[in-house]
């Protein structure tokens, strides 16, 4: 049996009451054989690897019933656990100001005629400009915090908070809607939080923000380019004018054309100008051309006034972007700063798949299912908490950051996960930690698990 070591548990007792004591116990084997387990993760081989002084038994199941009831009848909710998560990560970690909220949507690969909730949905990995491809699957929403490290400017991380699942078929909620009830929950948990929203262009539809309390959440998002916007200023009516009175002035330029409407111009005065901007994206310092303006857009926000950026790479590595958000008094470096972060979001994705393999466990009941993926995210915020807050000054992390090769970063999901794997190992099988008969069963201990990873 695995020991978890005393930094983890501090983290991981801070979420004990959203189970009863006896999942409790379960949720702590579970994750300590999710971190340890070498292989392909599906239930069975977790929770092999959270009892490596057992030799593999795959004749029977019994032995491992525990773990599949923990999903399938545990008494325990994915909200339940998310509010005690997002607890834990607002208290462990420092923010200043309004807290930024990341939102998308992504496909997990599975299979089989009696899994529930599966659909055909669009795979955007696999897709190109021309070609859009689909694939069997579930489609998550996720909800997470961005966070940026105080001590460094490079990388700015995506902690999941909730997830929900778009069924396929007519009359399911839309993403947006599902996006819209976790914000809903979020704001419910924080009554005196402040929070930007940071969506894609899919996200950017009256579903999610006709109805936003705009005190509370800022939106920063991707508008269409040929967006329908007029001018926030109402002309005053004309005496004896008859008819009723306008609510919104004349028609603006939509982005795309904002932008040709200022490559036209010649002279250094005027509304539409390029202007020069310095902004550090991506994990780099870029020098950017912006050009904004203030517009409503009445198919989406109503009469809400918004502040439109067209951002523009001198260098054209990029194609003209079109960023819009709800405060009008914000600068425009900051809308392209936190636009910018949505790329955290898809680094979460790309490392709950390839590196805790979140695809691989083949559940097919409802209950199992609105479970497993969410638990999963939630351990995920739970290992990146541990390790921005003392894991990276562990001496196992010190070791591994000095043999860590130019093409790694000692950020990423996956180094954290060795440096707690490892942390495990050290704390587990020690000189001093057992007697001659001890030592010599965790040596048959070490054999299996490696029998586990052949």
């Known amino acids: 049996m695995w020991s978890m070591i005393d930094s983890l548990h501090t983290i991981v007792d801070d979420l004990a009451a959203a189970y009863t004591y006896p999942s409790f116990t379960t949720a702590c084997q579970v994750l300590l054989g999710w971190v340890m387990c070498l292989g392909k993760h599906t239930l069975s081989r977790v929770a092999q690897s959270a009892q490596p ?32 998560v997002a607890v834990l990560i607002l208290s462990r970690l420092t923010f200043g100001g309004r807290i930024t909220l990341l939102v998308d949507d992504t496909l997990a690969h599975k299979r089989g005629q009696s899994v529930w909730g599966l659909g055909w949905w669009r795979d955007a990995v696999a897709s190109t400009k021309k070609r859009v491809a689909t694939a069997s699957g579930h489609n998550w929403v996720v909800l997470a ?97 008859r008819g009723p009175k306008a609510k919104k002035g004349p028609k603006l330029p939509t982005p795309k054309e904002a932008a040709a409407k200022a490559d036209r111009t010649r002279t250094s005065v005027g509304d539409w100008l390029w202007r020069s901007i310095a902004v550090v994206i991506y994990g780099q310092s870029r020098n950017l051309r912006v050009l ?80 497993v993926a969410p638990w999963v995210w939630s351990m995920q915020s739970v290992i990146m908490v541990w390790y921005l807050t003392v894991g990276h000054t562990s001496p196992e992390a010190l070791e591994l950051r000095a043999v860590m090769g130019d093409w790694d970063s ?12 490892r942390a495990i190992l050290n704390a587990t099988i020690n000189p001093n930690s057992a007697d001659q008969a001890q030592l010599t069963e965790m040596v048959q201990t070490l054999r299996n698990w490696a029998n586990l990873a052949a």
């Not at 032995?63 to 509010?83: H, I």
């Not at 908070?161 to 976790?182: T, Y």
Request: hydrophobic share 45%.
């Open 145 to 241: 915090v961005a966070y940026c490290l105080p001590f460094s400017n490079r990388p700015v991380f995506a902690l999941p908070l909730l997830a929900r699942l778009h069924l396929p078929g007519k009359g399911q909620p839309s993403c947006a809607s599902l996006a819209k009830a976790m914000l809903a929950e979020v704001l419910q948990w924080f009554p005196h939080h402040a929070f930007t929203l940071v969506g894609d262009g899919a996200y950017a539809c009256k579903e999610l923000l006709g109805e936003l309390d705009h005190e509370r959440v800022v939106f920063v998002g991707r508008l269409r380019g040929d967006a329908c916007v007029y001018d926030p200023q109402v002309p005053k009516a004309k005496k004896g004018q």
């Open 53 to 84: 002084q057992t030799p593999p038994d795959n004749s029977q199941r019994h032995g491992l019933d525990g773990y599949y009831n923990f999903f399938e009848r545990s008494a325990w909710t994915p909200v339940g656990l998310a509010y005690h």
């Open 292 to 371: 904004s303006y203030q517009a409503v857009w009445p198919r989406v926000l109503g009469l809400r006034p918004l502040q439109i950026v067209v951002v523009r790479d001198p260098q054209r590595r990029m194609k003209d972007c079109y960023l819009f958000t709800t405060d009008v008094q914000a600068s425009v470096p900051w809308v392209v700063t936190q636009f910018a972060w949505r790329w955290a979001i898809e680094v979460l994705f790309r490392a709950s798949k390839q590196v805790l393999d979140i695809e691989a466990p083949k559940h097919w009941s409802e209950a199992s299912v609105a479970k």
């Open 410 to 421: 000692e950020w990423s999901l996956r180094h954290m996960l060795q440096v707690l794997r």
